[in-house]
């Protein structure tokens, strides 16, 4: 029987749920990643390749998770392993949802630092640095910031402190409260930003790029970029969506819900492109500038138009606040787990989660300087906690995920929780958990290897 109460709390209403849960896939993802590899791979074609693999595999995943947290109402690693129980699966499936709370732990390490960059170039573009700046300016700003462990350590640890005090609030009175604040503000700097753009001479260029398809442009590569992105950009294989959706009311729809989630991420992200590329083409740069496109490019850029200065500042706060709302849902699972495992309060659980997260986090940005040598498998510490998790941890917790909910959860379990007012629709769900998201999943992890 699905419980209605959390010992965490539960969202008061259904569109906080959808909010929270937009917020935790709308981040660093949809704005700093998916317009440059959109921009790598040639636009059009690969944003359409998109677009399929979140229908078919980000989006029937993302209401498996939802499904499991809530039936369960508890962390992750608890959800599957009483799921798990409930189904009487074997002890393996148990394990499960830890690989998952482990990964999501380790991104937030590095994810705090990236998000340090962002808070940077919050203050350098208030203060006018980037006006008139070159190509060579840009790149050697950005190269400092990355040679100064100190500075790096000042804006990871800033900000590993606002998600803690956020988490520490609770469900309802930290999680809940900074959705109700964060996503508003998001929304409007976002319409705001699209305002200037869609105003901008660029603007029906940079259109063109994102939405004409070129079938030329497209790769096979790119399409497994474009597939491991969807899953990334819905926050799955990392239990923050299980998590989240431990904290969902009971009547409540997960499929609406998650149709919802994955139509406002798409969203932000295409207007993320058509916020960015115009910018980009209007000075001549290049769209395909790699990772560099929002530090090095769009700084660049920014400084050659008008009001650069305050379209900048505008734009660097709206990503931190995308990068803050993603961030407590990669802390959220691990703090929920402790406090279940070892019976501590919220606080002193979210304490010793963020000096963890802090302590690898210096590891990774120390990896830009001073340890710079320090290298595993040809791999820096930055670097090898982003290939571990992104390309080996949460591809392999996807598969697991997909695997137990088609084939070991009871199919009357799924049926009765996710309660479909159209059977059809449950059938292709069905379908598509069992056979396809782990065929796609499989081949990205086969690749990665
Ligand atoms: N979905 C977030 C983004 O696109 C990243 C993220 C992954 C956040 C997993 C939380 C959990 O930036």
Redesign the pocket.
């Known amino acids: 029987m699905t419980k209605t109460e959390s010992v965490h709390g539960i969202w008061a209403s259904r569109w906080v749920f959808i909010f929270a849960a937009t917020g935790?896939?709308?981040?660093?993802?949809?704005?700093?990643?998916?317009p440059y590899i959109a921009g790598e791979n040639g636009g059009g074609v690969f944003v359409l390749v998109y677009l399929a693999c979140l229908a078919l595999v980000g989006l029937p995943l993302l209401v498996a998770e939802v499904m499991i947290g809530r039936r369960a109402r508890q962390s992750p690693a608890n959800a599957i392993r009483a799921l798990s129980i409930e189904t009487a699966a074997s002890p393996f499936w148990r394990h499960v949802g830890a690989l998952g709370v482990v990964a999501?732990f380790l991104?937030?390490s590095f994810?705090s630092v990236v998000a340090g960059w962002v808070l940077h170039y919050i203050t350098v573009t208030s203060q006018g640095a980037l006006v008139d700046i070159g190509q060579d300016q840009a790149t050697r700003l950005f190269n400092q910031l990355l040679a100064s462990p100190q500075t790096l350590f000042l804006w990871h640890s800033l900000f590993l402190i606002l998600v803690m005090a956020i988490v520490a609030g609770g469900v309802v009175h930290g999680l809940e409260r900074a959705t109700r604040l964060l996503m508003p503000v998001l929304f409007a700097l976002l319409l705001v930003l699209l305002g200037f753009s869609v105003a901008s001479p660029s603007f029906g260029q940079a259109w063109n790029f994102l939405f004409v398809f070129d079938w030329s442009s497209f790769t096979w590569q790119g399409g497994l970029t474009a597939l491991g992105?969807a899953f990334?950009?819905?926050?799955?294989?990392?239990?923050?969506?299980m998590a989240y959706g431990a904290y969902m009311p009971n009547k409540a729809s997960i499929g609406s819900a998650a149709v919802m989630i994955a139509l406002l991420?798409t969203l932000v992200?295409l207007i993320a492109g058509l916020i960015i590329f115009p910018v980009v083409f209007a000075s001549q740069m290049s769209p395909d500038a790699g990772p560099g496109l929002m530090f090095i490019t769009l700084p660049v850029a920014l400084g050659q138009i008008p009001g650069g200065q305050i379209l900048g500042v505008m734009f660097f706060i709206l990503v931190s606040l995308?990068?803050l709302s993603?961030?407590i849902?990669?802390m959220e699972p691990a703090v929920a787990w402790m406090i279940e495992r070892m019976g501590i309060g919220r606080i002193k659980a979210s304490l010793m989660v963020t000096s963890l997260a802090w302590l690898v986090g210096i590891g990774a940005l120390a990896s830009f300087n001073v340890l710079n040598d320090l290298q595993l498998f040809g791999l820096n510490i930055f670097n090898l906690l982003d290939f571990l998790t992104a390309n080996l941890m949460?591809p392999l917790s996807g598969v697991l995920v997909a695997v137990f909910v088609g084939w070991k959860v009871h199919r009357y379990i799924s049926e009765d929780e996710l309660a479909f007012s159209n059977h059809r629709l449950f059938k292709v769900w069905y379908l598509l958990i069992r056979f396809v998201v782990p065929a796609a999943i499989g081949v990205i992890f086969y690749q990665n290897l």
């Open positions: 935790s896939a709308v981040g660093l993802g949809n704005i700093w990643k998916f999501g991104i937030l994810y992105h990334f950009t819905l926050s799955l294989g990392m239990g923050a969506i991420d992200a995308a990068a993603s961030a849902s990669l949460l």
